[in-house]
């Protein structure tokens, strides 16, 4: 494997972001996970440090712009530097524009793209000053295509996906930037569609998935890369996803 890395996952309470924190403390790295719910994060360290991995956990909310600060410069200052930075919380409570759920459309905006903003707000000056760095981010095929009830979700993606190509294109080629858009996957993110329309469509369009782990293997992989190599997109899917 590669040399021990120093790298941040929001959202690592559940999911994608749990499967990556798992993965990349089981491959030698050192974890520093971030989520709103901190039993989960407890739990996760217990598991990660019985089986013999290095992690740190910390209370996070993205959509606090000083939370988010504070989170990547205690890692600094704890470690000395931040190697990589999975932006991954996200939250995908779909609906009809019609539904008119505003508070919701406005979560979704306020978690998707303000808080993948924070992050890079946050971790920039660093991987600047320290000549290097990572930045992933967890889009989804939502930034890719447009589906009934997914307007302001496949927006709030398309945006993630335009932030992270514009982030690529104006960073030093020390800082490597890579946009992972996943399929279906196994997650907790269809538990927070409230509109009855919604929630029933997502239920047969969820009936082939992939585990999260599918995802950690490609995060693992673009990491794993020689610093020459820049893994710029990945889209992950399931075979039977169309």
Known sequence: MTD????LVTGA??????AVAARLAAEGHHVVAGARREDRLADL????EQDGGSIDVRRLDVTDRADVAAFVDA??????RVDVVVNNAGVMPLSRLDALLVDEWDRMIDVNIRGLLHGIAAALPHFQRQGGGHFITVASVGAHEVVPTGAVY????????????????????SIRVTTVSPGVVESELAESITD?????AMQEYRADSIPPDAIARAISYAIGEPADVDVNELI???????
Do not use: M, N, Y
Not at 4 to 7: D, F, G, P
Not at 13 to 18: A, L, M, N, V
């Open 4 to 7: 021990s890395k120093i790298i």
């Open 45 to 48: 360290a217990r598991r990660i």
């Open 13 to 18: 309470s559940s999911g994608i972001g749990e």
């Open 75 to 80: 890692a600094v200052a704890e470690h000395g």
């Open 236 to 242: 992950i899917r399931p075979a039977r996803q169309r």
């Open 154 to 173: 496949c927006a709030s993606k398309f945006a993630a996906w335009a932030i992270t190509e514009g982030l690529r294109l104006e960073v030093d080629p």
């Open 196 to 200: 009855p329309t919604a929630a029933g």
